[in-house]
């Protein structure tokens, strides 16, 4: 059975895209997008059983990555729109199997996370960021 790919504008297709434009969708952010659990769930079951994206487990991140099928069919739709993402070398198209570069992908990543400060003293980058953690 050929894969197709889902309607556009639809929740599968919005994914697809996501996962397109990113390289990786982490699994933990799928709570993000719009719908109920149940209909997320099944929207990834739909798309895997499909083989449009596979899970991607390494370093303990485990994320959502397109097929070889699924890019060719998103830059058949839509090239304009996907040809910069997933074909030659841009970022998004390069191997993702180094920890840091996956770690970006995430609200815990090194970036986001608050720094550790070992007294009571803070410096003031510290604060600067920690306040802005805050009203993040």
Do not use: H
Request: charged share 30%; glycine share 6%; aromatic share 6%.
């Amino acid at each position: 059975m050929q894969p197709r790919l889902p309607a556009p504008d639809t929740l599968p297709d919005i994914l697809l895209t996501l996962i397109a434009l990113s390289g990786e969708f982490p699994s933990a952010q799928i709570v993000r997008l719009s719908g109920g659990d149940a209909y997320k769930e099944n929207v990834v079951k739909q798309l895997k059983r499909e083989k449009l994206i596979r899970t991607f487990y390494r370093d303990g991140l485990r994320g959502l990555r397109l097929t070889a099928a699924a890019k060719r069919l998103l830059l058949e739709r839509q090239p304009e729109q996907f040809r910069s993402y997933l074909t030659g070398c841009s970022d998004t198209n390069r191997l993702k199997s180094e920890a840091p570069r996956r770690r970006r992908l995430r609200l815990d990543g090194p970036g986001l996370s608050a720094p550790a400060v070992s007294s009571n003293r803070k410096s003031p980058a510290a604060s600067a960021c920690t306040e802005w953690l805050r009203c993040w």
